[in-house]
């Protein structure tokens, strides 16, 4: 027997005008939540992801992660994080395909399954056929306790979001992103990541919450920046390393929450083929975090200026490029490289959030 712990205010939508606005305000207390119980003086506490986990951590030779939509770019984010930080080979694919295709199943593979519902129907069958092709194990990062993804798979990890009932998702893929860079640090104790190494990452999650109320305040200015998409038809989100799976997810938002067309690509491919596209009518999305791909980013975004296109960036006050008539720059808060997607998600968010209301 499970007793609800759910309150009528989870359910409400208080003093905000549209669910979506609550729940991407809640995601500070959303994130500290998923972090709630997992870590211990800048340590990850194994039994977060079950018993006997840093056993099972320590036999995985590779990840396979399979989700839908939010999720699959949470997944890609992921990618960048087992291959940099636990230097553990990770494949992301789309459930939908992954369920309809051969599979070739490198030995003792992870397989982990990404859903808010966890009743994703792509991601449940691909999660059954998983079972029949000889995984390690399976894991699920799901936000309801009671789903099909979690009853029939082998690990958990809870997103502990609460109820999303805005159509967008926006703490889910948080969430999702904590709970995976948790993993993430745990895989990579059992093989490559050091104590000093380990606890930086801790401390830069534990401070998300804080950064991300810092950024919540930058809202007048995103809404004031929203007034210059209201008679666009397209927008082009740029981003390099883990901010271009960041930049899939902002123009999702865009396009599902306010109808207008738009595209993500890495900044490095911008130059062959969709520079042509850009003009004065078609407004380019970036952020621009303070790391080792930043110069390059910049040298991207001059391109877009020659034609002519005006740039909206989100960025680092130490990476930013100056401001002008067709550059508009937003400063965040300098955030460690690891933990970047999950701020940089945010202003994205709030920006599809304000197209749409405008």
């Not at 606005?21 to 939540?33: C, G, S, T």
């Not at 930049?247 to 599902?256: C, D, H, I, P, V």
């Not at 306010?258 to 999305?285: F, N, Q, R, W």
């Not at 997607?341 to 968010?349: G, T």
Request: with cysteine.
């Amino acid at each position: 027997v499970r007793t609800s712990t759910l309150t009528a205010d989870a359910v409400e939508r208080g003093a905000f005008r549209h669910f979506m606005a609550k729940e991407i305000h809640e995601q500070p207390a959303a994130i500290a939540e998923t972090l709630e119980g997992r870590v211990s003086d800048d340590r990850i506490l194994p039994e977060a992801l079950g018993p006997d986990a840093s056993r099972l951590l320590a036999d995985v030779r590779r990840v396979q992660i399979v989700a839908c939509g939010t999720s699959y770019h949470a997944g890609l984010v992921a990618r960048y994080w087992f291959e940099s930080i636990a230097g553990l080979p990770c494949d992301v694919e789309v459930a939908s395909e992954f369920r309809y295709r051969a599979h070739v199943v490198a030995p003792d593979t992870l397989f982990v399954t990404l859903s808010q519902s966890g009743e994703t129907a792509d991601t449940l069958a691909a999660l059954r056929e998983a079972k029949t092709l000889g995984y390690r194990a399976t894991l699920a990062i799901c936000n309801v306790p009671e789903s099909s993804l979690v009853r029939e798979s082998d690990r958990v990890m809870m997103t502990r979001a609460g109820p999303e009932i805005g159509v967008a998702s926006t703490k889910a893929f948080t969430t999702q992103l904590t709970a995976l860079l948790l993993t993430v640090i745990a895989a990579g104790r059992a093989h490559q990541l050091g104590r000093d190494e380990e606890a930086r990452l801790v401390r830069a999650l534990r401070q998300i919450p804080r950064q991300i109320e810092t950024v919540l305040g930058l809202e007048p200015r995103i809404e004031t920046l929203a007034e210059a998409f209201i008679d666009k038809h397209h927008t082009l989100f740029l981003g390099r390393g883990t901010q271009y799976p960041v930049a899939m997810e902002g123009a999702l938002k865009l396009k599902e929450i306010s109808y207008i067309h738009a595209e993500a690509y890495p900044a490095g491919e911008l130059k062959h083929g969709p520079l042509a596209l850009v003009d004065a009518d078609m407004p380019v999305v970036t952020a621009a975090p303070n790391n080792d791909l930043v110069e390059k980013l910049k040298s991207n975004l001059q391109e877009v200026r020659a034609r002519g296109g005006r740039l909206y960036v989100f960025a680092d006050p130490a990476a930013a490029p100056a401001a002008s008539d067709d550059c508009q720059v937003i400063a965040l808060p300098s955030v460690d490289e690891a933990v970047a997607p999950l701020l940089y998600s945010v202003p994205l968010q709030l920006l599809a959030y304000h197209v749409a209301v405008l």
